[in-house]
Nanobody, 119 residues
Framework: QVQLVESGGGLVQAGGSLRLSCAAS????????LGWFRQAPGKEREFVAA????????NYADSVKGRFTISRDNAKNTVYLQMNSLKPEDTAVYYC????????????WGQGTQVTVSS
């Protein structure tokens, strides 16, 4: 079992910044990567960014490249998503998810944190 707890969401004006945190606990050694996803009202959940737990290799959705940065603190079992130059279209519930080392599936999810960007 892996538990994920997100924090850091809120309301911000366009052009502003927020930093999301995802604290992981439990069987974190079985994790291959941690990722961030988001879901806006009426839309499907979409991938935002991910980071390999050991190597630190990252990848991003095209829509956030150059604006968002994912990072990790292995000692704290925490992954961060620094979001800069926010746009109204970034408004969504952001979820942290854990990817299993063997199946490579995202099989554990946090409860989500709301990010609202006003124009």
């Amino acid at each position: 079992q892996v538990q994920l707890v997100e924090s850091g969401g809120g309301l911000v004006q366009a052009g502003g910044s927020l930093r999301l945190s995802c604290a992981a606990s439990g069987r974190t050694f079985s994790r291959y990567a941690l990722g961030w996803f988001r879901q806006a009202p009426g839309k499907e959940r979409e991938f935002v960014a991910a980071i390999n737990w050991n190597s630190g290799i990252t990848n991003y959705a095209d829509s956030v490249k150059g604006r968002f940065t994912i990072s990790r603190d292995n000692a704290k079992n925490t992954v961060y998503l620094q979001m800069n130059s926010l746009k109204p279209e970034d408004t969504a519930v952001y979820y942290c998810a854990s990817r299993d080392r063997q199946t490579l599936k995202y099989d554990y999810w946090g409860q989500g944190t709301q990010v609202t960007v006003s124009s």
